[in-house]
């Protein structure tokens, strides 16, 4: 009975010793599979002429697969740093993509010589009713009483005035009597010589717009209301570019905002910078800080823009006065234009003297004598002023404001 029990514990003994060697055999081996690194396969390259598709994603509410971790000691290539291209900038004074797309082209005015000749077809209303209309007359084959009078009263409806209207008629009757034969070329060659000597040649009809020792030439363009006063001021801009000047504007009606936003764009086409103040602010003070820009930018020309004022208001013209005794802290102002409507006749006149006793008016401009059959009014606005027509306006067109030249204004009335 011993015996037995003896060889039953032996068999049970050697059955658990074999059980561990099979199991720690197992363990060794998974051991061994686990402690190799992993293999990364690259993906496989498109055959040529194929397309590489991209790998399908996961159907929707799927868990996404995650990649398995390294295992402890494996080693891992360190990924190279990604770097980024700085962004090219732009040289310095070179405006920005941005800029350069918001910035208007600049454009080249007309050039102002001769610029009267190629508008004379913008006179065609002064040119039928006072032109043609003296010259059909002084060809009648009888020049009697009846005939100077109908001369006079084309003369004073064409606004010359009364007393340029009787000096020409005087010198026009001499002069026929002496001439005796009148032919169509000699009445016209009369007819010019006299009203070119009524407009005057002799004044001095330029524009003071050159830089002298004290700083740039200011330029004060002044008027009443509704007469064209800043769309003068930003043409007359495009005329001083056009002769080579370089120009800053003042936009000193701070009475009117869309007055500064119509400046502003008259010189951003020309490529001319505008000082401008707040709505409501400080003419005079605007005016003062245009000048100083125009000298530290070493400008030829500073145009400033006066608010339109009615003659009849005594503050408002007192203001002007303020203005100009402002900008003369400064230097000299060396022009101021009174800017006149043409359509207006002898009421232009009546604003010229109050304009003319606050201020020192040195030039003329007559706008809108394209739509007016009064053309006479160049003559007689200069005898009541003393002070030559320098511009005429002609149209809406923006290179429209010309020079005034007597001899080629004259010819194109005779056409």
């Known amino acids: 009975m011993e015996y037995v029990i003896l060889a039953v514990v032996i068999a049970v003994v050697a059955i658990g010793a074999i059980t561990g060697l099979v199991v720690s055999g197992k363990r060794r081996r998974e051991l061994d599979r686990s402690s ?17 598709t991209a790998p399908a994603k996961p159907a929707e509410g799927a868990a996404e697969p995650t990649a398995p971790p390294a295992a402890t000691g494996a080693t891992q290539a360190p990924e190279a740093p990604v770097t980024e291209e700085p962004a090219e900038e732009p040289a310095v004074g070179e405006p920005t993509a941005e800029e350069a797309e918001a910035a208007p082209a600049i454009e080249v005015p007309e050039p102002t010589a001769g610029r009267l000749v190629r508008l004379r077809s913008r006179l065609s209303r002064s040119q039928s009713t006072l032109g043609k209309g003296l010259l059909t007359l002084l060809s009648r084959d009888r020049l009697d009483e009846d005939t100077w009078e109908e001369i006079e009263e084309t003369l004073l409806t064409a606004d010359v005035g009364v007393g340029a209207t009787q000096e020409l008629v005087d010198n026009l009757r001499t002069r ?122 070493g400008v030829d020309t500073v145009l400033i823009d006066t608010a339109g004022r009615l003659h009849t208001k005594t503050g408002l013209m007192d203001e002007l006065g303020k203005v100009k005794r402002v900008v003369e802290k400064h230097g000299p102002v060396d022009e101021v234009l009174l800017v006149l409507d043409a359509t207006t006749g002898q009421n232009g006149l009546v604003q010229a003297r109050v304009f003319a006793e606050v201020v020192d008016i040195t030039g003329i401009v007559l706008t809108k004598l394209d739509g007016t059959a009064k053309g006479g009014i160049v003559i007689s606005v200069q005898r009541e002023l003393g002070v030559p027509v320098k511009l005429i306006g002609l149209g809406e067109g923006a290179d429209d404001l010309a020079p005034f030249e007597p001899g080629a204004f004259v010819d194109a009335l005779l056409g």
Not at 36 to 52: D, F, N, S
């Open 36 to 52: 190799r690194p992993p293999t990364i396969t690259a993906p496989a390259k498109p055959e040529p002429g194929t397309t590489a």
């Open 176 to 297: 026929v009597k002496v001439l005796g034969t009148r032919t169509p070329d000699e009445l016209r060659g009369l007819l010019r010589e006299e009203l070119v000597k009524l407009i005057g040649t002799e004044a001095d009809r330029t524009v003071r717009s050159v830089k002298h020792e004290e700083g740039p030439a200011v330029v004060l363009v002044v008027g009443v209301n509704g007469v064209g006063k800043t769309t003068t001021t930003g043409k007359l801009a495009r005329v001083l570019v056009a002769d080579g000047r370089k120009v800053v504007l003042g936009a000193a009606d701070t009475f009117r905002a869309a007055a500064a936003d119509q400046l502003q764009t008259w010189g951003e086409r020309v490529g001319a910078h505008t000082v401008r103040g707040p709505e409501g602010g400080d003419p005079a003070s605007v005016a003062f800080d245009a000048v100083k820009q125009g000298i530290a930018d």
